[in-house]
């Protein structure tokens, strides 16, 4: 195995509603995408070569992390700075009260549940099922 090889397609990060993509053996510059959010920050999560992000505005968007370019986009509805995660064949994202999940694959919303007592930022986790 060729250790210099990296396991991920690009190195990404995110800053000014931009997120950044880099050639992770040279640094040099792959990609760069402005995403319209109504703030600075972006969370995201990769997996393989597709990259998830949620921002301050209410569309979570699929990104093709070799190229930069947007798989899906899909309006949530919801507003504030989301946290996300995977599980499985779904995105899982959090935003103030609100935990929400859409296909992996498609965007399509899976399902939404509110708590209006929460406006704060929603840390999520996802567990597995028990092991025996």
């Given at each position: 195995?060729?250790y210099?090889?990296?396991?991920?397609?690009?190195?990404?990060?995110?800053?000014?509603?931009?997120?950044?993509?880099?050639?992770?053996?040279?640094?040099?510059?792959?990609?760069?995408?402005?995403?319209?959010?109504?703030?600075?920050?972006?969370?995201?999560?990769?997996?393989?070569?597709?990259?998830?992000?949620?921002?301050n505005?209410?569309?979570?968007?699929?990104?093709?992390?070799?190229?930069?370019?947007?798989?899906?986009?899909?309006?949530?509805?919801?507003?504030?700075?989301?946290?996300?995660?995977?599980?499985?064949?779904?995105?899982?994202?959090?935003?103030?009260?609100?935990?929400?999940?859409?296909?992996a694959?498609?965007?399509?919303?899976?399902?939404?549940?509110?708590?209006?007592?929460?406006?704060?930022?929603?840390?999520?986790?996802?567990?597995?099922?028990?092991?025996?």
């Open positions: 195995m060729d210099r090889t990296p396991s991920t397609p690009c190195v990404v990060y995110a800053v000014n509603h931009r997120l950044i993509g880099l050639d992770p053996s040279s640094g040099a510059l792959r990609w760069e995408l402005l995403l319209h959010s109504t703030g600075l920050d972006l969370s995201f999560v990769m997996n393989g070569t597709s990259l998830f992000v949620a921002g505005g209410s569309t979570v968007y699929r990104i093709n992390a070799v190229d930069g370019s947007i798989r899906w986009k899909t309006d949530t509805g919801t507003k504030g700075l989301a946290d996300i995660t995977l599980a499985g064949p779904l995105v899982i994202f959090g935003r103030r009260g609100t935990v929400a999940a859409v296909s694959e498609t965007g399509t919303v899976a399902w939404v549940h509110h708590e209006d007592r929460y406006k704060d930022r929603c840390p999520i986790n996802v567990s597995g099922p028990p092991k025996h």
